[in-house]
T-cell receptor, first 115, second 117 residues
């Protein structure tokens, strides 16, 4: 079974530029998550989708971050404009139903450096 | 609100020695607890989880953890460390909210385990 795919793996941009990340979850998984992992910290949930609807985006900085999940499969996370403090690894995860005890399967992440 | 504290950002052990990674949580209700491992340049992988039932949980690669409600702890152990265990380990909690729903997964800051010959 293929795992969670993410691209690109690395991205370097200047502050105030835009960037987009792509995620393809495990086939059949209804729930998709985007996490931000700053160096030295644990992952922090940015947004959770159930199929193509948003379940939780309370920690998403909506003035600059946006995310969508078209047709309940792939998802993109966009940052516009980027700030220095956005430098982090962005992790995508998926789970079968989003239940409290569901296992979340993580992709390898996209490492973003903002200069 | 739920929170997780991992004591020790770095732990170093000799190959063959006991591994003990500490995790304490705060939750107003019995939580669901998880340990994830992250190898360099890879995503997180579930090691084990506690939901209900037996408080001693066995996971992959010989790891186990014990849920101790009285101590609000969920420490991760392995009797004998291998070089391949070198990685970062994250404890996470998912609490149940008052309306019967559940909260997001909250991760600790992680503990980096080094294993030396």
């Amino acid at each position: 079974e293929a795992g969670v795919a993410q691209s690109p793996r690395y991205k370097i941009i200047e502050k105030r530029q835009s960037v987009a990340f792509w995620c393809n979850p495990i086939s059949g998984h209804a729930t998709l998550y985007w996490y931000q992992q700053i160096l030295g910290q644990g992952p922090k949930l940015l947004i959770q989708f159930q199929n193509n609807g948003v379940v939780d985006d309370s920690q998403l900085p909506k003035d600059r971050f946006s995310a969508e999940r078209l047709k309940g499969v792939d998802s993109t996370l966009k940052i516009q404009p980027a700030k220095l403090e956005d430098s982090a690894v962005y992790l995508c995860a998926s789970s079968s139903s989003g239940g409290a005890t569901d296992t979340q399967y993580f992709g390898p992440g996209t490492r973003l450096t903002v200069l | 609100a739920q929170s997780v504290t991992q004591l020790g950002s770095h732990v170093s052990v000799s190959e063959g020695a006991l591994v003990l990674l500490r995790c304490n949580y705060s939750s107003s209700v019995p939580p669901y607890l998880f340990w994830y491992v992250q190898y360099p340049n890879q995503g997180l992988q579930l090691l084990l989880k506690y939901t209900t039932g037996a408080t001693l949980v066995k996971g992959i690669n010989g790891f186990e953890a014990e849920f101790k409600k009285s101590e609000t702890s969920f420490h991760l152990t392995k009797p004998s460390a291998h070089m391949s265990d070198a990685a970062e380990y994250f404890c996470a909690v998912r609490g149940i909210s008052g309306d019967g729903g559940y909260n997001k997964l909250i991760f600790g800051a992680g503990t980096r385990l080094a294993v030396h010959p």
